[in-house]
Structure formats: structure tokens, C-alpha cells
């Protein structure tokens, strides 16, 4: 898969940028510099991790040593769902910093991305620094590379050279608009990415991630990446490494600072990337980076919806200080994560993607604001008045605008809104049965001579179902000022139309 530097960019395939190599290289060295000398975090917004608490489970009904934090990704086992970040390369000291990463990465079976390798193409002479593969031979590798370079002259051949040179498992494209617009020297080109990403995405022969670097991905750009055929997106959300901080330090003009030091809060929180970054997207492998500081917060992105966790800043720092300090910070974070599943009762990994027990500290709850209430109905003709259950689901996702849908997982029995009077509801009821009376031989389905494998306790309720087609499974109600907006004499009822059972109803609130 590796092929040589000189494979990377032969002179012929290769037309020479203004840059070539030095200043680029020169902008990575100041950017490592500043980020191990200097406070470099986000201010005045935070990754998001905090707002949430785990449930502790005191009887997780599992033992430690069946905790199993494995994960596949690209087709490479990792012994726990990390991501050493993108970060560095093109330097001497980037190269010291990617083996030691590499290394640690190989020990502790993590996955690990390498810095944007611009430099690597307008340098072959860089590939020393990126050349990892033989360090990590067994661990899912990213090559990286800003996807802006889409509009600056490179295309799938680049992207491709880039990746074989390196022995990657996918490619890493990064978007960083408001990176560039703050650097003097940035590339602001961003207009019809889109489309170039997805050609790249058709072409390369390899898994395409598209991430951001610290202000995150809202959701709709994580749909429209996923449709454009990237295989991951990482949301990179805001919290963690702030790159307006970065490039603040390094601007001399005292008022171009104050633009870039205006942007130290301004982002995506990392948690709110993650939880609807899933909504929009059930199926997607999605990472989690931006402000991920222990293995607590690896379980919060892994139970909020992320398969993966990304940390970068922490481990370049703990790399900076010599391998045994990056070994350790991988063995803290994973051991960290090891014990929180089982405190919350999770084997595995979707056991903790699914754990009902994250939980805001506010109070409020969100996830999709899904809410499932079993009852217990007395007889057929039954309206049993649900609105204060559905009400207490809208309360309790915060959710101030937008609609509660209520559902009935059944074809005997529906949801209705209408008005709760006693008299009335005895007219419903009168009204279905005139409609569709119950009685022998009116209906085929209660021949059941004629449906063979039935259970001994099958009832004869061809009436029932053709009520139900009169009525219906579920209601959408809007949600306005957090509160439902129903009218004066509206309730929502769950109407049996079978006999007294146990039904079974979802309410799912939708808004913001
Ligand atoms: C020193 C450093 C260099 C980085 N370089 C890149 C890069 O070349 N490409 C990229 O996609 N992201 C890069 N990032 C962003 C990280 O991959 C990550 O998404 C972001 O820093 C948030 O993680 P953190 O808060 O754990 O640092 C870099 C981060 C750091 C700290």
C-alpha cells in the first residue's frame, strides 16, 4: 500500500505552488509551538460534556471483566473507541511527536489520524515525518488533508497519493473556513466544495471522513456530507482547542488579533454536535473531538450517539512530554471508560450507545425525547385520557417549539384527540360499534378454521380492527412555549377497541 516519497509527486505530475514546502511548513511549526506553549482552549463555550451526569447503576447485573470496550473501524479492531486526532506532520518535531503517537496508538490499539498533508504533497521530503505505518501496523490510520485544497488545484489523484504514501485506511478531510479567514495567508476559497468532496468520496478507492477542526458540524452539513458519500463525519465541535485562539497568537497586527480573539466562544458545542449530528443521521459512524478531556466524557460521546472519541491537544502535550506521559494518558482514558460502562450496566459499546441512563444535570431530558408508557386498558370502548403523560414528555425535554407525536403500537386500539366528556365518550363508543358491530360470523378474520397456527387464546375481534381503520394509530400535536397546543376542550385518548390489555404507547417531542 506505502509507496515511496517519490511516488507521492513525481516533478512531471506536479505543478508547484507559491508555497512549496517552506511557509507551510513554517505555519505548522509556529501552529505546534503555540499549542504546547500557549492557552490555546475555547472561552465562553464549552464542549457540553458537563450538562450531563450518568445514572449510577448499583446493580449492573454484569462483571468488570466482561466489559468489552472493543470497536472495528475501517476493518481494524480497536481495543477501545479512541482517536488519537489529526494534528501534526511536516516538522522534525512533528515527526517525533507522530511516531511517539504511533506508538502509543499500536500499544493501546487506538485509532490514530495524522496532520493535513499539504505539506507532504508540495514536499515529498516531508514523508519521514508522516511515515508512521511501520510504527502502527495494526491500527485504523488516518491521512489528512484541509478540504479547501479541492478548490486550490488538487482532486482525487492528490488525495490518492496522499493516502497510499502514507498506508492509510481512509482519508481525513478537514473544514476549517473560519481558520482560514482569520489567517492572513488563508485559502477563503470555500464556494462549491460540496460537489468536489463528493467526487473525491466516489473516486478515491478509500473511506472518506469529513470533519471540522473545533466549531462543529450542524446537522444538516452532517446530512449532506453523508449524502455526498463521506463514510464518517467527526463534528469537531467547539470546547476544546480553539484555532482563533491559535491563529490569535500568532497575528502581529494588534486589531487582527481582536477579530481573531472575538471568535474564542464562538462554535458548535461538542455534545450538541454529537446528539443531533445522530438524530439527522441513525445509521452514520459518526466521531466525536473538540473538548474531550477523560474517559468520563469518551462514555458521554459514545452514549450520546458517537461511535468514536477524538482527543487532540491532550495527547500532543502528553506526547511533548515523552511516550511513558501519552501511554499513560491512553491507559487513563480507556481503563476510565472501562469502569463508567460498568457502572452503568453496559457490556459493550452499543449497550452504552443505548443506555437509558445519561442524563441532563438540569433536569431536562433530550436524546431523541422519546418516551414509551405501557397501560393497562379496563374494556373495549375505553378512552382513557393520556394528555397529562404526553404533557409531562414535553416538559421534560425542554423542548419549546415544535411537535409531540403520540403513537399506539397496536391495530385494536388507537390515539384520538377529542373532547373528555362522559356522555360523549359513550357516543363514540355507540357510533364505532354501529359502524363496525361485534357478532359471530360477520367478520372472515374470526373464522379462524381458516388461519392456521393461531394461539389457543386468539379472540374474535374482526370488529375491533375495522374500528381502528376508523380511527387511527397516532396524533401530531405542536408545541408551542413548551407547552402542547391543544385547544380548550382537546385531550388525547388512547381508545381500546379490542378488551382490557396491556398497550403500549411512544411519544416523541421534535424541536428546538
Ligand atoms: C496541534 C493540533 C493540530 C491540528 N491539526 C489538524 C489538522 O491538520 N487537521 C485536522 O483535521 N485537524 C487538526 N486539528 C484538530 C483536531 O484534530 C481536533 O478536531 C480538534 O483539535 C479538537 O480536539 P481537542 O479539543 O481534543 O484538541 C489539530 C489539533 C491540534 C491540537
Known sequence: M??????????????????????????????????????VDAKGVASGFDAYGFQHCALPELNLQDVDTSAVLFGRRLRAPVLISCMVGGTDHAGQLNATLARVAQALGLAMGLGSGRVLLEDPGALSTFDVRRLAPDVPLLANLGAVQLNKGYGVDECRRLVEAVGADALVLHLNPLQEALQPEGDTTFAGLLRKIEAVCARLGAPVVVKEVGWGLAPDLVSA????????????????????????????????????????????????????????????????????????????A???????????????????????????????????????????????????????????????????????????????????????????????????????????????????????????????????????????????????????????????????????????????VPIVDGRLDLGRWQRIFLVELCSARQRTVTVQVFGR
Open 2 to 39: 506505502c509507496r515511496s516519497s517519490r511516488d507521492i509527486m513525481s516533478d512531471d505530475e506536479y505543478e508547484p505552488s507559491r508555497e512549496r514546502g517552506g511557509p507551510v511548513a513554517v505555519r505548522k511549526a509556529d501552529h505546534l509551538r503555540i499549542n504546547l506553549e500557549d492557552d
Open 302 to 476: 459514545i452514549a450520546l450517539g458517537a461511535n468514536l472519541a477524538g482527543i487532540a491537544g491532550p495527547f500532543l502535550r502528553a506526547a511533548a512530554r515523552g511516550e511513558e506521559a501519552a501511554l499513560d494518558l491512553g491507559r487513563e482514558l480507556v481503563e476510565t471508560l472501562r469502569v463508567a460502562m460498568f457502572a452503568v450496566g453496559a457490556r459493550s459499546l452499543d449497550d452504552l450507545g443505548g443506555t437509558p441512563r445519561l442524563r441532563r444535570r438540569d433536569g431536562t431530558m433530550d436524546g431523541p425525547h422519546l418516551a414509551r408508557y405501557t397501560y393497562r386498558t379496563a374494556h373495549a370502548g375505553q378512552f382513557l385520557d393520556i394528555t397529562g403523560d404526553v404533557a409531562e414528555v414535553v416538559r421534560s425535554s425542554g423542548v419549546r417549539h415544535g411537535l409531540a407525536h403520540v403513537y399506539a403500537m397496536h391495530t385494536t386500539a388507537a390515539i384520538r384527540i377529542n373532547e373528555d366528556e362522559p356522555l360523549l365518550r359513550r357516543d363514540f363508543h355507540r357510533f364505532l360499534e354501529r359502524l363496525a358491530p361485534a357478532g359471530p360470523g360477520l367478520y372472515e378474520h374470526d373464522d379462524l378454521s381458516r388461519r392456521p397456527g393461531l394461539p389457543a387464546d386468539e379472540p374474535r375481534n374482526g370488529h375491533a380492527h375495522c374500528r381502528h381503520l376508523l380511527c387511527s394509530t397516532g396524533e401530531t
Open 225 to 300: 456530507l453523508l449524502a455526498a458519500g463521506a463514510a464518517a463525519v467527526d463534528v469537531a465541535g467547539a470546547g476544546g482547542t480553539s484555532w482563533s485562539e491559535v491563529e490569535r497568537h500568532r497575528i502581529a497586527d494588534p486589531w487582527r488579533a481582536r477579530v481573531a480573539a472575538a471568535f474564542a466562544g464562538w462554535g458548535i458545542p461538542t455534545a450538541e454536535c454529537v446528539r443531533e449530528a445522530r438524530r439527522a443521521s441513525p445509521r452514520a459512524l459518526i466521531f466525536a473531538s473538540g473538548g474531550i478531556r477523560d474517559g468520563i466524557d469518551v462514555a458521554k
